[in-house]
């Protein structure tokens, strides 16, 4: 076995070394077809292998550069440009802070050369899109071994600090989009330049992006910024305090806000080099400057158009800066021999506020400016300090104009100093207010359309359209009855654009509702005094009267009416009272005879209105008194209530007493009273009659009547005749004349 072992081993060298030998003609390089000699003899061509060199991105995301073979690292990965669509970086909870990435690059004027640190760094005039999925987060910071200046040199005449830090740097397009969000900081430095710059465009599509440099926060240097209708909440600021410049800047570019909440804070919240265009969103341009700082050549502003014009066709501005809100004195560009409108606005909202007390400060400041639409506030805060000046940026009088037609929501303009710059034509096509003060108190004077331009200088405050104050509900007259206490004459009406005053004599206007006591007709006066925005209305007038109260009678019935009753029969009794307009509670009661009497309890009484019974009627019947209350009548007010019970012939009435004077009729009586609003005393009343038919008499001494008629004190069962009881009168003749025969008759005895 070791013979075997020792006799293999030369052979298995001698096959090793011509391995070895196989790979390193290969890999130095054999050509392509070199003919081998295999174990025969016989030739052959040999296959030709190529190892694929490992391809370098021009971007590197912290400190390392993107390979092909390195696409993704943790929070981020990368997918080269391929088949049109541009090369994009995505960003998944991707966190870094450090120094980045540093290469010297030479400043676009040619003149000077960077250290440009960042850490996102896309070196290429190619797009870069830049996906956001989750929070995302750079920071760069100063390199601490050597400053980053490993790699390079500045040119030694820069005196200005030769390094530039970023949190992104493209030098081509960048787009930013996704449902996530990014913040990009490099604004603990000095050096810090920008939170993110572009040499070209800068597109935040969607996502949201927050952006912190010493100097800016979103810079392009030829470029235009555009924040997308779909972004979320855009911040960018710099941190330098008022060494600080721009919050969002383009050189040479223009910016375009088509949607977001987008707040720009520096020196100049917003500074461009060309157009500004605001279509919608939510933007906020602040500049933070302190108070005490002293005005430069470069103003301090939230906005600044110097080279174009200032668009708004939508969204809300809000402009807030150290000596203007908002500042678009358009310089005329080369060859220009007209001015061209610094601001234009056609809709949305415009409000610019300056602060600065102690120059000339203006809250909008443009050479031309045209309202067309939406709404305006331009305020000057300072002692100095105007609303609106249209001053020609050439310092050429009467070029400048401000333009407000008819379309605009509102137009208001105040200052100190004065609402609009003195050499501003003004040329309104819509009626107007001006005011001696900036409170909109006091001076109040109507501006009348002027479409060939006017002087405005005189006013404080100005305001478009001069909107009149009107009455949304006009006060309405009443019809009151007379109570000996004063009484409101009117209802309150309710106004727009003001406060709704009174008066009795048309003079002396106040925002109580005028009072009265005494019977009468008034005549009340009424306008609406306009706020600060609204002219006054015109006075108009309404009627009043206080009159006495009217008491209606109850009315009675009786279901006999003139037929006779014996005194078995019930007889049905209705009485109806009708419920005054201003009455709150009723009480109503019935006294009958006392030869009559009830044959109902209280539960047999029915109180109804309009067929339906009034079930919170309160009925009590106290020997010969019926009364009906009702607490609450004011849903019977303009109605009618009906109360019905039942009655009859007391048994052994005497009747004597209610004989017409034909003695064949006796009527007896029973009355209904009411009184309103618990007043004890009666107030109405009504009486009326039963009546019962009497036989004629059988003898001089009795009379007799038939069914249900009066016999003596009682009226017999129906059918019955019934002797009558002679008057009083006669009876006693015939009483007198018994006594004469009786004492005839003793004398004669006697």
Request: charged share 15%; hydrophobic share 35%; glycine share 12%.
């Amino acid at each position: 076995m070791e013979a075997i072992r020792k006799g293999k081993m030369p052979r298995l060298a001698l096959s090793l070394v011509a391995a070895i030998v196989m790979v390193l003609g290969l890999m130095s390089g054999a050509g392509a077809g070199k003919a081998l000699a295999d174990d025969t003899g016989a030739g052959h061509t040999a296959s030709v292998v190529t190892l694929a060199a490992d391809e370098t991105y021009p971007l590197w995301v912290g400190e390392t550069q993107v390979t092909s073979t390195n696409l993704e690292g943790e929070g981020w990965s990368f997918e080269p440009a391929a088949n049109g669509n541009p090369a994009t970086l995505t960003l998944s909870g991707y966190s870094y802070t450090g120094p980045g990435h540093v290469e010297v690059l030479q400043d676009y004027d040619g003149e000077w050369d960077y250290y440009r640190h960042a850490p996102i760094f896309w070196n290429d005039s190619s797009a870069l899109v830049v996906e956001l999925t989750g929070e995302s987060s750079v920071v760069v910071t100063a390199d601490s071994a050597d400053g980053g200046a490993s790699e390079g040199s500045a040119n030694e005449e820069d005196e200005d600090p030769t390094h530039r830090y970023s949190g992104i740097f493209c030098t081509g397009n960048l787009t930013i989009r996704g449902t996530g969000s990014l913040a990009a900081n490099a604004g603990a430095m000095e050096d810090g330049e920008s939170g993110i710059y572009a040499k070209g465009d800068v597109n935040v599509e969607s996502g949201s992006v927050a952006a912190a440099g010493y100097d800016y926060g979103i810079y392009s240097y030829e470029g235009t910024i555009a924040i997308g209708a779909d972004a979320g909440t855009v911040t960018a600021g710099a941190t330098g305090g008022a060494d600080s410049l721009y919050g969002i800047s383009a050189d040479y570019g223009d910016v375009k806000i088509d949607g977001g909440t987008v707040t720009a804070k520096g020196y100049r919240g917003i500074s461009v080099g060309g157009d500004i265009t605001v279509n919608g969103g939510e933007v906020s341009a602040q500049c933070t400057v302190p108070d005490s700082y002293t005005t430069s050549i470069m103003v301090p502003c939230g906005i600044a158009c110097e080279y174009g014009t200032l668009t708004v066709n939508g969204g809300t501005v809000t402009a807030s800066g150290h000596q203007y809100g908002i500042y678009a004195v358009r310089y005329p560009s080369s060859g220009e021999t007209e001015l061209v409108p610094g601001i234009v606005i056609n809709g949305g909202s415009v409000v610019a506020e300056s602060r600065e007390s102690e120059s000339s400060a203006i809250g909008i400041n443009g050479c031309i400016m045209t309202v067309k639409g939406g709404s305006v506030q331009a305020v000057g805060n300072g002692d100095k300090s105007y609303g609106v000046s249209a001053n020609n940026s050439r310092g050429e009088s009467g070029n400048g104009s401000l333009v407000i037609e008819e379309g605009i929501a509102s137009f208001v303009a105040q200052g100190p100093a004065g609402a609009i710059n003195a050499d501003t034509s003004v040329k309104n096509a819509a009626d107007g207010i001006g005011y001696s003060d900036v409170a909109g108190t006091e001076g109040k004077t109507s501006l009348a359309v002027n479409t060939e331009g006017g002087d405005l200088s005189g006013h404080k405050r100005v305001l478009f359209p001069g909107t009149t104050a009107f009455a949304t509900t006009s006060p309405a007259g009443k019809n009151l009855f007379y109570t000996g206490k004063p009484q409101e004459l009117v209802t309150a009406g309710a106004a727009s654009g003001g406060t709704m005053l009174y008066s009795l004599d048309g003079k002396t206007y106040a925002a109580e509702l005028p009072t009265a006591t005494d019977l009468g007709e008034y005549t009340i006066y009424y306008k609406v005094v306009g706020d600060a925005s609204h002219t006054d209305s015109q006075a108009q007038t309404v009627t009043s009267t206080i009159v006495e109260k009217t008491y209606p009678a109850p009315t009675m019935r009786n279901s006999k009416g003139a037929a006779f009753a014996s005194q078995t029969d019930e007889i049905t009794y209705t009485v109806n009272q009708e419920v005054p307009s201003w009455a709150t509670s009723v009480r109503t009661w019935v006294d009958l005879d006392s030869v009559l009497q009830y044959t109902v309890d209280a539960n047999g009484v029915a109180v109804t209105s309009d067929g339906a019974t009034l079930s919170h009627a309160k009925v009590t019947i106290d020997g010969q008194r019926l009364t009906v209350s009702i607490d609450d009548a004011t849903a019977l007010r303009g109605k009618t209530m009906q109360i019905s019970y039942r009655a009859k012939l007391r048994s052994g009435a005497n009747l004597d007493s209610y004989l017409n004077a034909a003695q064949n009729i006796a009527s007896v009586p029973y009355q209904a009273n009411t009184s309103f609003d618990g007043e004890s005393k009666v107030v109405s009343s009504k009486t009326e009659v039963v009546k019962f038919r009497v036989s004629a008499a059988k003898s001089d001494s009795t009379r007799t009547v038939s069914a249900g008629r009066s016999s003596g004190s009682s009226l017999a069962k129906t059918g019955d005749a019934v002797p009558y009881a002679a008057p009083a009168a006669t009876a006693l003749v015939a009483l007198a004349a018994a006594a004469l025969g009786i004492a005839a008759r003793r004398r004669t005895r006697d």
